[in-house]
């Protein structure tokens, strides 16, 4: 083939696989608004979308909260700028950091676990056996996954909100030797509500993304033990992408201007 058609090739592709992934969603967000309704599937993949990922999350937000403010110290020593440190960590923990490394943690976790389970569902015939017994498998496997991601990861960024922010303020306090309620105080001073509803809102995006790439990859998996194995790969990979590209555009709407 020449390059020009390689090319074009590649192109149509791309365009194929997209289309086919705006469908899968598309259709799992009407049947999100149609009964019936599995509400202890939902329970369940929420349970295990928020709870089972506070630790990990709690983790990564605290060490991050704890890097941010020893390296904004070191660079803002420089020009004797240290008071603005509170400042610089509860708005990059709120607007960027915590919902972008809560997203990508979940996505590593519960994206890697969604398509593997529906891919050994899928090469193992079991989501066909669902079809045979009259039961939607949109409704009974993808609804209450994306359901869950869409709603429990907010909640996770606003744990790791606080988490990251204590963090920073654990450093400048114990070890940076700032004082705690001036510290406190400038915290409260530059935090706008728009602060911390932008990161929900990216959270909340986040989280449909996340469920919707380990749904869509292991729902269309084939090839057995290694079909299963490529869909958790294009899954994790895919779900990091769009989540950086999502944050990105979100960030050019809500602070744009």
Same mark, same amino acid.
């Given at each position: 083939m ?9 192109f149509l592709?791309?365009l ?5 992934l705006?469908?899968?969603a598309a259709q799992?967000?009407s ?9 202890r599937?939902?329970g ?5 979308i928020g ?6 999350v ?6 991050t909260g704890m890097?941010l ?6 660079g ?6 240290e008071s603005?440190?509170?400042?610089v960590?509860?708005?990059s923990i709120?607007?960027?950091l915590g919902?972008v490394?809560a997203g990508?943690?979940?996505?590593g976790?519960?994206g890697? +676990?969604i398509?593997?389970? $529906?891919? *050994? ?5 079991? =989501?066909d056996?669902?079809?045979t ?6 409704k ?11 709603l429990?990861?907010?909640l996770?960024?606003?744990v ?6 204590f963090?920073g303020f654990l ?6 030797h700032?004082?705690?309620g ?5 915290t409260?001073?530059?935090l ?10 990216k ?5 449909f993304i996340i469920a919707?790439m ?6 269309n998996s084939?090839g057995?033990?290694s079909g299963?194995?490529?869909a958790t ?5 895919g +779900?990091s992408i769009?989540? $950086?590209? *999502?944050?990105?555009?979100l960030?050019? =709407?809500?602070?744009?201007n």
């Amino acid at each position: 083939m020449n390059p020009l058609a390689l090319i074009g090739h590649t192109f149509l592709n791309f365009l194929a696989a997209t289309g086919r992934l705006a469908w899968f969603a598309a259709q799992g967000v009407s049947h999100c608004f149609r009964p019936p309704f599995y509400f202890r599937k939902i329970g369940q993949q929420m349970l295990d979308i928020g709870y089972f990922s506070l630790p990990v999350v709690g983790l990564t937000a605290l060490f991050t909260g704890m890097v941010l403010a020893l390296q904004s110290h070191s660079g803002f020593a420089r020009f004797e700028a240290e008071s603005a440190i509170p400042t610089v960590v509860v708005l990059s923990i709120t607007r960027e950091l915590g919902p972008v490394m809560a997203g990508l943690m979940v996505a590593g976790r519960i994206g890697a +676990a969604i398509a593997a389970e $529906l891919g *050994t569902m899928r090469v193992t015939e079991q =989501i066909d056996a669902l079809t045979t017994l009259s039961t939607n498998p949109f409704k009974y496997l993808v609804v209450p996954r994306l359901l869950a991601g869409t709603l429990m990861l907010p909640l996770l960024v606003l744990v790791a909100d606080i988490i990251g922010v204590f963090g920073g303020f654990l450093v400048c306090v114990y070890r940076l030797h700032f004082n705690a309620g001036n510290y406190i105080s400038q915290t409260w001073q530059y935090l706008e509500n728009r602060d911390v509803a932008s990161g929900l809102w990216k959270a909340a995006a986040f989280g449909f993304i996340i469920a919707l790439m380990g749904c869509y990859n292991g729902y269309n998996s084939k090839g057995g033990a290694s079909g299963v194995g490529m869909a958790t790969t294009n899954a994790v990979v895919g +779900a990091s992408i769009l989540i $950086l590209v *999502t944050n990105y555009l979100l960030t050019g =709407i809500f602070f744009g201007n």
